[in-house]
């Protein structure tokens, strides 16, 4: 067996252990350097369309992943949600994601606590922000509240009514909210533009997965969300913008070894392929 | 025979170095209860038993990675069915339809006009259950007959907009972009991303994609002649796509990863 | 020295509206009266209401042209406000404010609910009357006035008249093609290689004596992918039992699980053998996402299957499914709708059907006449997209004019 | 009757959700809610027959004892037991055990089954990405490009992130309109089929 047939046949469990070592080394601490970031114009947007709207505006952040998409989504949630309680936005939560409930609702605690911390001044619940909690099949959620906030959602998670929530007195649907920010790491997203844009014409921006963001870009495209902000890359930018920066910014120098992996392996795989291409065609010539 | 000892014998390894972490853990807790201390260093332990559990099975399956799993499952259908019964049939069926469920419940009720539609659907959902009886079980296919009716007749008009409408609609686009003659579009020509020329070539690479993608899911037609290069520039335009989206995903992918190694050398570890 | 002024006359102004504002906390009466030192904007004028469009009949829209000093005049209109009654007569007090537009907008729609409990009650087929006010710093003009007029339901949605033409063209031309069909004209479909595996991978199966894997994806019965698959499944079954093999079923969804059921059991009964139909194959694991992967790649990794089918919805979970099945040595074949998956699919498995190819699936596997038609029409839908794209973008470049650059978006019928 | 009846109820129920996406009036609307609410109701019920095929697979591979019986107990006693901590007395959703099961054992498991993606993505480019043919170089380079926009590439950084940034936007959107274009055409037959009840095989025969 030559060195190519051996490369080629090449276990795919060493390929994991390489990547594993090379994605651990950056992280840890003696390992110093750092990452220029720069936010492209579909982030920028958002940033800029949040940092545009007056105190006591309403805007609905639809919070919808699960704590399987943390790392990516996370940054940008928290980053949003402290730009929102700091520019003094009346913010409407919810989640469309089964295993989200819990950890939504540690969120929008959270950020209103740390908001004490940074900005001098604790957003209160009911009067600066909401937590409806999750309901399940998204797409009939969605085109409820096109109708009523109430309809699918009576009480909100702590099993207040709508109506006796002080910031929710006279807010009926999409019609009375600025815009919705969907943060979603499936097809909820399809959900938001397909039913709540294009049905109800709700302005609607995107926070994504990477693997995700790519196909969205039609959408950004024909008007139909006003900004995308995709996977860590994103999520670092939005930091850079908020000037908070967090995990994702760190996380950027793991993703810069890693892919060098990645391509070495891609360029490895090939050469041996050529490799084992030149060689059969000479063992055919000979015979 | 071997293997077998030698699986008991890395098993007590592993619950060995576990024990261990939910010692030194227990010891090095924040809080002053020690009982605070000693559920939080094994709860912290028993998630990286979890977490490295999963990642064996990178290397082959085995007992461990079945533990996790099976676990995990049974975790998910329970929480499943607990957030089924609160949510859905407390927080949206109860208020609904009856005064005193709502009151046993301590949710509000609504008082609606058409309170009593919802029992249609509570009649399908009780036939979908004749299932369980082998007897009358063909009965449950009213129930599926009601579900694969509403989705096909929801379906049949409402992803028209996006899908189709909008899609075709949005790819009229002009293919000239401020056109002002030949002369003036080669003196002009330069490769900067908001100029004239790569918004031509845009706008150009849409449309024919669009088109010889569509070409390329034409099933009247075999792809030959004039119709196979335009199907054949559609597989390139997919491929191109295709290429992209996966590079772009690596990243995220990535990122997953550096959580979960943070949360084992952190959280875990405490070395970072 | 123009700046100079400039800053000068700023910190003037500055100075004077703080001397203003302090006056007005120390002072007694309401704020709003005493803030005030200009005088009201006229009033907008012709305000016209009528029942309002594609609604169920708890809507009215108002209209009114802008008040002369909206923009223009004294440019003191900040708003609109808008006030409606069911009794002209009303005090003042009961008019109830439904709405408020900024300067600039010449119309608004109230919409109500239907319920008469709710606050924001709009009754049908009852005369209602409007109020529209200009409203400046705090002042308001005299008022508009202007009604009655009813709310009623309406009973087709004018915006949505492409979707209809289409539905209706689609529908025409899918008659048409089964009709040709049953005649038996024979209808030519070109050879998808996706399709084709499959079969082949069911015989693989059998000589290898082991079992399909088929995976509906994690969507609910409400995806239309989900129901693609449906139909696919019912033909693999068949022929699963016709080669007397054993297929694998997990389920993410229990209504997902029952129609499955139902599906197998019935392309058992279709091969003539109902009894070699075992209900633990199709079977139902958890419905959250991850859960399933996990269960479903153990499954791969213990069973090793001969054959995988991923068809349906997916997500994130595509990779790990298909790469699991690598490792288990399965001849993959995946199908979906959704973009964002096929990447990985492409790339890791032996076969993909993108996008419509999954819908295209069931026909081809049954070469049922009515099936062919739905995919001819289809196919003729395509083209004429296609002749009108190149047609209509001609058009636009030999005339120049811009008209039909949104061709589906004004309501230009 | 076996046959005819869901045969009729999917042609009424799909015949009037379709009409009802262009009807406005106010009946149209209620029916519309109430055919979600339905669909919501029954997902509810069909739970019981998730639970009950879950409980019968694991029962029965106990019962036989057979391979790895054991962990079919380790699902069931875990699911009655989550189960169980989310009941009322035990304070629901938000009880205390309930959470820290979800946190400590859900959540770990969730983001580490999510984690091995990155492995696999690795894997999956390292056996993929062959020149092999036109198509699958055209595959490869897109790729490549796409993965060294993250490294910093000193002078080459510009460009590749302008070109990364256009494939993204550009042939992406090509490729994208023409497969939902497609995908709108081919669920709208689907749909179609099943209404007209040309395609039925989910209705069993007997």
Redesign the interface.
Not at chain 3, 153 to 157: A, C, E, H, Q, T
């Given at each position: 067996m030559t060195f190519h047939d051996k490369l080629l046949a090449l276990d795919r469990r060493w390929v994991f252990l390489v990547l594993a070592i090379f994605v651990i080394l950056p992280i840890l601490p003696f390992v110093k350097f750092s990452v220029p970031v720069t936010p492209v114009k579909e982030v920028r947007e958002i940033y800029d369309f949040i940092e545009g709207l007056k105190p006591g505006d309403y805007i609905l952040l639809s919070l919808d992943y699960d704590p399987g998409s943390m790392a990516e989504l996370h940054p940008v949630a928290y980053a949003m949600l402290e730009q929102c309680y700091a520019k003094k936005l009346k913010v409407i939560t919810l989640t469309l994601s089964a295993t989200g409930a819990q950890m939504v609702e540690e969120i929008v605690r959270d950020v209103a606590d740390s908001c004490k911390i940074y900005h001098g001044f604790k957003p209160e619940r009911g009067i600066d922000y909401v937590y409806l909690g999750y309901k399940p099949y998204p797409g009939i959620i969605i085109l409820g509240m096109g109708m009523n906030f109430r309809i699918p959602f009576p009480q909100d998670y702590y099993g207040t009514t709508l109506d006796s929530i002080p910031m929710m007195r006279g807010i009926k649907n999409y019609d009375n909210v600025k815009a919705v920010i969907n943060l979603s790491a499936g097809n909820v997203s399809d959900m938001w533009v397909a039913d709540g844009n294009a049905r109800y014409g709700v302005k609607l921006a995107l926070a994504m997965t990477g693997v995700m963001a790519a196909d969205y870009y039609p959408y950004y495209q024909s008007k139909q969300v006003f900004g995308i902000i995709g996977g860590m890359k994103g999520a670092a930018e939005y930091e850079k913008l908020c000037k908070n920066p967090g995990s994702a910014t760190d996380a950027m120098k793991a993703q810069v070894f890693a892919h060098v992996v990645i391509i070495i392996f891609i360029i490895i795989g090939n050469l041996a392929y050529f490799l084992g291409r030149r060689k059969t065609a000479q063992t055919q010539e000979s015979e | 025979m071997t293997s077998k000892i030698a699986m008991r014998i890395l098993t007590a390894i592993v619950a060995l170095i576990f024990l261990v972490s939910w010692i030194t853990r227990s010891g090095s807790g924040m809080s002053d209860s020690a009982f605070t201390n000693v559920r939080d260093g094994f709860l912290i332990t028993f998630a990286v038993f979890l977490t490295l559990s999963i990642f064996s099975f990178l290397y082959r399956d085995n007992p461990f990675y079945k533990f996790a799993e099976s676990l995990y499952v049974g975790i998910s259908a329970g929480y499943w069915m607990s957030y089924g019964f609160w949510s859905t049939i407390v927080g949206n069926f109860v208020p609904r339809a009856s005064r005193s469920l709502s009151e046993f419940f301590h949710v509000p009720y609504q008082e609606r006009a058409d309170h009593i539609l919802i029992y249609i659907p509570i009649i399908f959902g009780l036939i979908l259950l004749t299932r369980l009886l082998p007897k009358i079980g063909w009965l449950s296919r009213w129930s599926l007959a009601f579900i694969i009716g509403a989705t096909a007749g929801l379906n049949l008009t409402r992803y028209l907009r996006s899908d189709f409408i909008s899609q075709v609609s949005n790819s009229f686009i002009p293919l000239f972009v401020d056109w002002k003659g030949a002369g003036d579009f080669v003196s002009h020509i330069s490769l900067a991303a908001d100029g004239q020329f790569i918004a031509i070539l845009s706008n150009w690479v849409i449309f024919v994609g669009v088109m010889c993608g569509l070409v390329y899911f034409f099933f009247s037609k075999e792809h030959k002649g004039a119709f196979g290069v335009a199907s054949r520039i559609g597989i390139w335009i997919l491929m191109i796509t295709f290429g992209a989206s996966f590079g772009y995903t690596v990243m995220g992918r990535i990122s997953l990863l550096v959580g979960r190694i943070t949360f084992l050398f952190g959280d875990w570890l405490n070395i970072l | 020295m123009k700046y100079i002024i400039l800053l000068f006359l700023t910190c003037l102004s500055l100075c004077l509206s703080q001397a203003l504002l302090a006056q007005t906390a120390s002072s007694d009466p309401p704020a709003e009266a005493a803030l005030v030192p200009s005088e009201p904007p006229a009033p907008p004028s012709n305000v016209r209401v009528s029942d309002l469009a594609?609604?169920?009949?708890?809507g009215i829209r108002v209209t009114w042209d802008l008040s002369p000093d909206d923009g223009a005049g004294r440019s003191s209109v900040i708003s609109y406000d808008i006030y409606r009654t069911l009794n002209p007569n009303d005090p003042d007090s009961l008019w109830k404010k439904v709405g408020t537009v900024v300067l600039g907008v010449r119309t608004y729609a109230d919409?109500g609910?239907?319920?008469?409990?709710s606050?924001?009650y709009l009754p049908?087929h009852t005369n209602l009357y409007y109020r529209v006010y200009a409203v400046g710093a705090g002042v308001r003009s005299a008022v508009a006035t202007a009604g009655p007029a009813q709310a009623t339901?309406?009973?087709?949605?004018t915006m949505?008249v492409?979707?209809?033409i289409?539905?209706l063209v689609?529908?025409v031309l899918?008659v048409r093609f089964?009709n040709m069909a049953k005649k038996g004209i024979d209808?030519?479909?070109?050879p998808?290689a996706g399709i084709e595996a499959i079969d082949e991978a069911i015989g693989r199966a059998t000589e290898m004596g082991k079992p399909i894997l088929y995976v509906l994806g994690i969507?609910?019965?409400?995806d239309?992918?989900t129901?693609?698959s449906?139909?696919v499944?019912?033909?693999v079954a068949r022929k699963v039992a016709e080669y007397q093999t054993s297929m694998i079923v997990p389920c993410c969804?229990?209504?997902v699980?029952?129609?499955a059921q139902?599906?197998v059991?019935?392309?058992y009964?279709?091969a003539g053998r109902p009894d070699a139909y075992k209900e633990?194959s199709v079977?139902?694991?958890?419905?959250?996402?991850?859960?399933f992967?996990?269960?479903v790649?153990?499954t791969i990794?213990?069973e090793k299957p001969a054959t995988n089918i991923y068809l349906g919805?997916f997500?994130?979970e595509s990779?790990?499914l298909?790469?699991t099945g690598?490792?288990a040595g399965s001849i993959q074949i995946a199908g979906t709708?959704?973009?964002?998956q096929?990447?990985?699919f492409?790339?890791?498995c032996d076969y993909t059907l993108?996008?419509?190819?999954?819908?295209?699936a069931?026909a081809y596997l049954g070469r049922e006449p009515?099936?062919l038609g739905?995919?001819?029409?289809?196919?003729y839908?395509?083209?004429i997209?296609?002749v009108c794209?190149?047609a209509?973008?001609a058009l636009?470049?030999i005339t120049g004019a811009d008209v039909?650059?949104?061709?589906?978006?004004a309501p230009w019928w | 009757m076996k046959q005819q009846i869901p045969l009729v109820l999917v042609f009424v129920f799909g015949v009037l959700l379709a009409i009802q996406y262009f009807v406005p009036s106010e009946p149209s609307q209620r029916f519309y809610e109430v055919a979600l609410d339905g669909l919501t109701v029954i997902g509810i019920f069909a739970m019981v027959l998730g639970i009950w095929s879950q409980i019968h697979v694991g029962y029965n591979k106990i019962k036989r004892r057979a391979e790895d019986w054991q962990y079919s107990v380790v699902t069931l006693v875990s699911m009655f037991g989550m189960a169980f901590c989310g009941l009322s007395f035990m304070g629901g959703l938000n009880g205390p055990i309930f959470r820290q099961l979800y946190n400590n054992i859900f959540i770990p498991i969730q983001a580490a089954i999510f984690s091995l993606l990155a492995f696999y993505i690795a894997s999956a480019s390292y056996r993929a990405f062959r020149a092999r043919s036109a198509v699958s170089t055209v595959l490869l380079v897109a790729a490549l490009l796409l993965m060294l926009r993250v490294i910093p590439t000193g002078p080459l950084a510009d460009p590749i992130n302008q070109i990364g940034s256009w494939m993204l936007m550009v042939p992406n959107m090509a490729a994208k309109r023409a497969i939902l274009i497609g995908v709108g055409l081919g669920s709208v037959a689907t749909a179609l089929k099943i209404v007209l009840g040309i395609e039925r095989s989910y209705l069993g025969k007997d």
């Open positions: - | - | 594609n609604d169920d009949g708890h919409r609910e239907r319920e008469p409990g606050g924001s049908k339901d309406d009973w087709f949605n949505k492409p979707e209809l289409f539905c689609f529908l899918t089964i209808l030519y479909v070109r998808l969507g609910t019965a409400g239309i992918a129901i693609a449906f139909t499944l019912g033909r969804d229990p209504v699980m029952t129609i139902e599906t059991k019935t392309g009964a279709d633990d079977y139902y694991v958890t419905s959250q996402q991850f859960p992967v996990a269960a790649n153990g990794l213990r919805y997500a994130a990779l790990l298909a790469e690598v490792l709708d959704q973009v964002s096929l990447p990985f492409v790339v890791a993108l996008g419509e190819e999954l819908y295209a069931s009515l099936l739905t995919l001819k029409a289809q196919d839908l395509k083209a997209v296609l794209m190149v209509l973008l636009r470049m039909i650059s949104k061709p589906f978006d | -």
